[in-house]
Nanobody, 122 residues
Framework: QLQAFGGGLVQAGGSLRLSCAAS????????MGWFRQAPGKEREFVAAINWGVFSTDYADSVKGRFTISRDNAKNTVYLQMNSLKPEDTAVYYC?????????????????WGQGTLVTVSS
C-alpha cells in the first residue's frame, strides 16, 4: 500500500514536499515514482528513482525545480517541489514498479497510491 501526503495550496514560486509512505511490503528494491494529473488532462510522468544507486529521471517540465529522493529505511519516497508554477497544479500520485529500470509510462508501474492535491495559485 502506498499513501501520499503533503499536498496543499501554495503561491507561485513557493515550495512543497510530498511524501509517500509504503506499507505492507518492502519497496526498497522497487523503482518509485511520481505522476500527476491536472484537471481535464491525462496522467503524466513527473519523476522516478531507482533503488541501489538511486539514479533518477525527471520530466522536462520539472527538471531543475523538483527533486525526488527516498529513504529505504523508512520505506518512504519524497518529492521536493520548488519554484512552483500554476501549471504544476494537479493531483500527484505515488507509484512503484517491481521490475528493474526507470520508466515514464503508467502501464510500467505496478502499485499506485491515492493522490494528493497540489494547487499553485498565481
Amino acid at each position: 500500500q502506498l499513501q501520499a501526503f503533503g499536498g496543499g495550496l501554495v503561491q507561485a514560486g513557493g515550495s512543497l514536499r510530498l511524501s509517500c509512505a509504503a506499507s505492507g511490503r518492502t519497496f526498497s528494491s522497487y523503482v518509485m515514482g511520481w505522476f500527476r494529473q491536472a484537471p481535464g488532462k491525462e496522467r503524466e510522468f513527473v519523476a522516478a528513482i531507482n533503488w541501489g544507486v538511486f539514479s533518477t529521471d525527471y520530466a522536462d517540465s520539472v527538471k531543475g525545480r523538483f527533486t525526488i529522493s527516498r529513504d529505504n529505511a523508512k520505506n518512504t519516497v519524497y518529492l521536493q517541489m520548488n519554484s512552483l508554477k500554476p501549471e504544476d497544479t494537479a493531483v500527484y500520485y505515488c507509484t512503484a514498479r517491481t521490475r528493474a529500470g526507470i520508466r515514464a509510462t503508467m502501464s510500467e508501474y505496478d502499485y499506485w497510491g491515492q493522490g494528493t492535491l497540489v494547487t499553485v495559485s498565481s
